[in-house]
């Protein structure tokens, strides 16, 4: 297969539009210094977004039990933090639905893991890093986005790289290496750079399959082990998988990254299964 990464990425017209006020919300969410007014601001002035907000602020999930009618409103009511996240999650479902599903390639099931991984990534931060805590469930929640790419311009080719994924029980990664010589993560690293997105979100993207790849003392090696974790987590919860040892079949290099023994692992596991179903809100809300 003859591509490269750039050439892909400059394919940009052929992907699905992107609402320019949801990726103004990306970038406000990603800055862990953004403040009430910023967010309403930026809400406020796209229709269609504040009333898809305020359709959720208002549905029986919150059972609130006045009508919400403005955006400053549900911030008060349901919290900024929440606010946030559900803006963030609008944006970036708002151009996953843009993209093709096919019997190969499993929309639904790429956008759950991006749900997913945002939701463990927030978990990760608020108990290890707290101040950023937004940039980590924003980074998670992009951090396969070069998958959506790869497979509006690569089209049957990136459905044969599914297929041999899928029939060598090789992650997507290591057979993108093989064919291409770069993976999705690394496309998805060139796009939200192209974006002018943070630098975090980035490394997030081009590294979550490999935290090795950069010093552990670099400026984003701390984000870049949260979006790597997250996207194990993600799978093994996603895919039902059993103990540390489906962890170490999924990636066996992931005891070089984190040192857990198997019940500092159940701990972790269950911590994250609680935070998932206590969040059921996000997947009812954009139907995962």
Known sequence: MNYQIDKIVNQIERLPTRNHVAFEVIQLC?????????????ISSDQVLTSQILRIANSSYFNYPRTIHSIERAIVILG????????ISIAIYSFYKGFRKSSVFDLRYVWRHALLSG?????????YDPENQSLFYVGCLLHDIGKLVESR??????????EKSHQEGL???VVEKKFLNFHHGQVGGKLLEKWNLPEELVQMAIHHHDPSRIPSTARHG??????????????YIQDG???LEAILQYDANFTRHFRFNEEEFQELITTVQEVVEENQVYFDILQV
């Open 80 to 87: 900024f933090n929440l606010i946030r996240d559900i803006a």
């Open 241 to 243: 998988m059993k103990g």
């Open 171 to 173: 992650r997507l990664d």
């Open 30 to 42: 990603a800055d862990p210094n953004s403040t009430v007014n910023q967010l309403k601001s930026i």
């Open 222 to 235: 701390h984000a870049i082990r949260v979006a790597y974790l997250s996207n194990i987590l993600a799978h």
């Open 153 to 162: 311009t690569m089209n049957e080719d990136f459905d044969f790289l599914l």
């Open 119 to 127: 939701i463990i990534g927030r978990t990760l931060g608020k108990k």
